[in-house]
């Protein structure tokens, strides 16, 4: 059970739960080869319109997926280096 358990508690841990499990639809999305793209920053009140949701509800993100180009969007991908953010303990 949580300690903490006001209004304002039990909204950041529906938004840590869902992030939580978007980040493991990413995942899973990836392992069938479908790339995703989370979106923080959107227009809130035009996306719970378009989806009827209520104007109380909150949107915790927006995930875009579809198939990667080879060449990339804008040029090609840059990804640091696997070894330089990753270490086993
Ligand atoms: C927490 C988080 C929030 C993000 N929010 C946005 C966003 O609001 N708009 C946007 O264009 N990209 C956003 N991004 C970045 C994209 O989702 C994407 O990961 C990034 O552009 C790298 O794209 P690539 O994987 O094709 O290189 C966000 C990424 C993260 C991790």
């Known amino acids: 059970m949580y ?3 006001g ?10 739960s869902a992030a939580l ?10 392992s069938k ?3 995703t793209y989370p979106m923080e ?3 809130s009140k035009r996306v719970k319109k378009i989806l ?8 915790n ?12 969007i804008y040029g ?3 990804r640091v280096p696997f070894e330089e953010v990753y270490r086993a303990m």
């Open 33 to 35: 080869g479908i790339d």
């Open 3 to 5: 300690r903490e358990v």
């Open 52 to 59: 009827g949701l209520p104007k109380k509800a909150e949107i």
């Open 61 to 72: 993100m927006i995930i875009g997926c579809g198939f990667r180009d080879k060449g990339g």
């Open 76 to 78: 090609p991908r840059f």
């Open 21 to 30: 499990a978007a980040e493991n639809f990413m995942i899973s999305i990836a």
């Open 7 to 16: 209004r304002c508690d039990l909204r950041i841990i529906a938004h840590k």
């Open 41 to 43: 920053g959107f227009d």
